[in-house]
């Protein structure tokens, strides 16, 4: 069985502050950052949550917040 290298990701949230930390495959992480595939191909196996604070550094509960009078409609 091959082992792929896994970086730990430790990224806070811009708007709170909170540590968000995750483990990603080095291989997958080089073709989004890198490469440029779209990050939902290249790092499929991760949270739509955690996809969002490598784009843009807002946790999901910060967004939300900023986005709640959108999600309600």
Known sequence: MIRLPIMTIRKPCVEC???I???VRADDYDLWKE???LI???LWYITPDKR???LSGICGDCW???FA???EE
Do not use: H, K, R
């Open 35 to 37: 490469d440029g595939f």
């Open 40 to 42: 939902q191909d290249a």
């Open 17 to 19: 502050g909170t540590v």
């Open 21 to 23: 930390e995750f483990d």
């Open 69 to 71: 009078e959108e999600n």
């Open 52 to 54: 969002e604070i490598l």
């Open 64 to 66: 939300n917040i900023m």
